[in-house]
């Protein structure tokens, strides 16, 4: 699920235990996706902002990371059969 810092607070602050655990403000994180057809998933996004350019990885996968608007990092990678 991704969830807004507003949506955050009331799902989760209400009811936590142990409210130091979540912070307030922006948290960047990293999301690894695999999906089947790389190139396609460069169309979709052509015009976002990479900050991994296309790579062959050495156990046979290519990737591309993508930063979205509030600064994650999401890298989409198709695995190669050998």
Same mark, same amino acid.
């Given at each position: 699920?991704?969830?807004?810092?507003? #949506?955050?607070? !009331?799902?989760? =602050?209400?009811?936590?235990? /142990?409210k130091?655990?979540? $912070?307030?403000?922006?948290?960047?994180? &990293?999301?690894?996706?695999?999906?089947?057809?790389? #190139?396609?998933? !460069?169309?979709? =996004?052509?015009?976002?902002? /990479?900050?991994?350019?296309? $790579?062959?990885?050495?156990?046979?996968? &290519?990737?591309?990371?993508?930063?979205?608007?509030?600064?994650?990092?999401?890298?989409?990678?198709?695995?190669?059969?050998?």
């Amino acid at each position: 699920m991704y969830q807004t810092i507003a #949506s955050v607070k !009331e799902d989760l =602050l209400k009811s936590a235990t /142990v409210k130091e655990a979540f $912070r307030a403000q922006p948290q960047q994180m &990293t999301l690894f996706v695999e999906v089947s057809q790389l #190139s396609e998933v !460069e169309i979709k =996004l052509q015009g976002e902002l /990479v900050i991994m350019p296309r $790579r062959t990885t050495f156990y046979g996968s &290519t990737e591309i990371g993508y930063a979205d608007p509030a600064g994650n990092i999401v890298v989409f990678a198709e695995h190669h059969s050998k």
